[in-house]
């Protein structure tokens, strides 16, 4: 008999929400909830990613890993030092979350903010981003932006954070930075380029907070 390949399953939104390694304690962390959010994992690392982004990232996707060629890899280049680097990190989905920017070049911390209570890692990108532009206007530099999230790269470019998060108690404060973010965009004009940091070509961004 074939042996049984281990899986690990990332609860998003469940009761409670995790990372199960096994069916039967995900099954029971999502019986009853209407639209709960979930999918399984061939290992414990890439569930644990997975857990510290959003269910949007993977729904209908299955995931695969890719190697890049040589060609690839030439096309793609290397990372624009003259640059900041910004992400987020958030232990839940919603949890605590913070986020912050460093030196691509020197991996040197320009800002953080955070923890805070009952964030997403997306809404954290997002505010990454924005406090990256108010940051390098503030300084009058012509440096470019690095970030891993195309999410983020969207809701700036509409200026507008759209998360399906609930605003509660616990993350008001978190949710009047996202206003003031929204409103700098609208009143604020920028250069900056924000460009996406290439993963698969040059590892982690410079900014990860290393929770993989």
Partial sequence: MAKKTQKYYVVWYGNPAGIYNSWTACKRAIEGVKGAQYKSFSTLAEAKIAFDKEYADYKGKTARKKTLSPVERA?????????????????????????????????????????????????????????GLAFLKQKKSDRMIYTDSRIAMGWVKRKKCNTKLKQTAKNAYLFELVSRAEQWLKNNSYSTKIVKWETKAWGEIPADFGRK
């Fill in 75 to 131: 096309r793609i280049g290397d990372p624009n030092l003259y640059s900041i680097a910004v992400d987020a990190a958030s232990s839940g989905n919603p949890g605590k979350m913070e986020y912050r920017g460093v030196d691509t070049q020197t991996r040197k911390q320009l800002f953080h903010q955070g923890p805070f209570q009952q964030g997403t890692n997306n809404i954290g990108e997002f505010l990454a981003i924005v406090h």
